[in-house]
């Protein structure tokens, strides 16, 4: 046999039309004919590889699929038509779709999708019909779907919407059908359909519409002309808001019935000094109809020589813990760990379709260390008062004013120069007692006839005087040793003529 016939007997084999499927690389458990692949129900976690790349219709419907894995379907350039419906992606990456340029028809009906990611469906720039209904989207951001240039049918009902941005539905140039039904929208803005040049049907019902002035312009716009746009069913567009209007059909509100109450905005207080590493909250009180939107944001301090007036917030400022955002719809500002980049100043705004009203709100990080103040030394036989003294760092000393503080610092160095001076007088007084010679009779021995025995020295030294001195009570009639002879007084190296009387000793008692 010639060399490569047996590639080219493989090949005519495979060619024949009773050969099985499953000799043409198909995956397992799936079925695959022509350019189809069948792989539905199979609780599959992941798509199956092995798909063979030139398939054209991919049926992954009824599945477990929770994520399209970076590339998975990067082989498939030929599809023309994939069905993911009803399996559990709670997400698509950006470019998840980049090499399906020939896609015409996607399925992602009943997923668990909560979001959808700007470039999501980059790449598909000949899909015409795109199912995402039944899922648990609550946003539509700007430009969502800005590469479906040539999409014709975007189905979003049975979910969760409460805000389709402005500019949401940029690039749908050549969409004919929206359909945005049973969810919860309570409001929609011209400019977020002023895209769709080339729409042909809108539905909107079933959805909690709140008529109020930023609706006015639906109402108007269907009367006019929009109308044609909507079936017989999709033209009861019901209020749900405010009670006064609630079950009321749009078109049958009066435009002067639709009104809206401008915010108004109350911080308190304004400005707060706050130490290195505390936590802050403030809160932002807006009132209005509807309920205005709050958003905190950090104000750029302006560049040199631009006007004060065109000071933009800052993006990305440092928040709690790491890059933070403004807090957005709960009316208050969390800063945690506060820091040097905290510091500036910050706006509160509320808005409404009525207007929009800003408070600015500054706040100053207290950098100075906290020093206490040194205790004085307790003066020498008075009281000390243990109350503890303002620190000359701490917010509560600087929220004093300057002369309170004055006042205060005078008082303390008072204190202290008097509590010396009182010291150095007692000291004084001590020294001079020491020095001082004692008055009459001091230091002699007191004598009286009412003895009780003897006494010991603990005794006698609690017998004192008023001024402190010892007292010491002797009975002459005792003499402890008998008197000598005169001349055994003399003694030498004594002056002449002075005789010593001689020693004697007397019983002390008490």
């Known amino acids: 046999m010639a060399p490569g ?9 495979l060619s024949l039309p009773g050969l099985s499927p499953r000799a043409a690389g198909c995956p397992a458990a799936c079925r695959c004919y022509s350019a189809t692949v069948e792989c539905g129900a199979l609780r ?29 379907l990067a082989p498939l350039a030929s599809l023309r038509h994939l069905y993911l419906h009803n399996n559990s992606l709670h997400a698509l990456e950006s470019g998840a779709f980049r090499a399906q340029s020939r896609l015409l028809e996607l399925a992602l009906t009943g997923n668990r999708l909560r979001g959808l990611r700007v470039g999501a469906f980059a790449g598909l720039a000949q899909l015409r019909v795109l199912y995402l209904a039944g899922n648990q989207l609550v946003q539509l951001l700007d430009f969502t779907f800005l590469h479906l240039q040539r999409l014709q049918e975007l189905h979003l009902q049975e979910n969760s919407i409460e805000l389709l941005e402005d500019q949401a539905l940029a690039g749908l140039s050549s969409l004919a059908l929206l359909d945005l039904s049973r969810n919860q929208l309570g409001t929609i803005s011209r400019e977020a359909l002023q895209p769709l040049a080339s729409l042909q049907v809108l539905r909107l019902t079933e959805n909690p519409w709140r008529c109020d002035c930023a609706l006015h312009w639906l109402g108007a716009w269907i009367k006019e002309g929009g109308q044609r746009l909507l079936s017989s069913r999709d033209k009861k567009i019901l209020c749900a808001e405010p009670p006064r209007l609630a079950l009321q059909s749009l078109l049958e509100v009066s435009g002067s019935s639709l009104i809206c109450i401008p915010p108004s905005v109350h911080v308190e207080p304004l400005e707060v000094t706050a130490n290195l590493g505390e936590d802050l909250r403030v809160a932002c009180q807006a009132s209005g109809y509807p309920q205005p939107l709050v958003t905190w944001r950090k104000v750029a301090r302006p560049r040199e020589g631009a006007p004060r007036a065109e000071a933009q917030p800052e993006v990305g400022w440092r928040g709690p813990g790491g890059l933070g955002a403004s807090d957005t719809g709960s009316g208050m500002l969390f800063l945690t760990n506060i820091t040097l980049a905290h510091a500036g100043k910050y706006e509160c705004e509320a808005s409404n379709a009525g207007g929009a009203a800003r408070v600015p709100f500054q706040l100053l990080v207290n950098v100075s260390r906290q020093q206490h103040l040194a205790p004085a030394p307790p003066p020498a036989g008075g009281p000390v008062s243990h109350e503890p003294l303002p620190e000359a760092g701490s917010m509560a000393f600087r929220a004093l004013g300057l002369a309170t503080q004055t006042a205060i610092a005078a008082a303390i160095a008072l204190l202290a120069l008097t509590a010396l ?11 001079r007692r020491k020095k001082a010679p004692g008055p009459p009779g001091e230091g002699a021995l007191f004598v009286n006839d009412y003895s009780d025995g003897p006494c010991t020295f603990a005794q006698l030294e609690e017998l004192r005087d008023e001024r402190g001195h010892e007292m010491f009570v002797i009975d002459r009639s005792k003499p402890l040793f008998a008197e000598g002879p005169a001349e055994a007084a003399e003694a030498p190296g004594v002056a002449q003529g002075l005789p010593l009387q001689p020693p004697s000793a007397y019983e002390i008692h008490c």
């Open 421 to 431: 001076l009182l010291a150095t007088m007692i000291c004084r007084r001590r020294r």
């Open 5 to 13: 016939a047996p590639a080219l007997l493989l090949l005519s084999l």
């Open 44 to 72: 599959l976690r992941v798509v199956p590889p092995g798909i063979p790349p030139g398939t054209q219709t991919l049926f992954l419907q009824d599945n477990s699929i929770a994520r399209l894995e970076p590339g998975i």
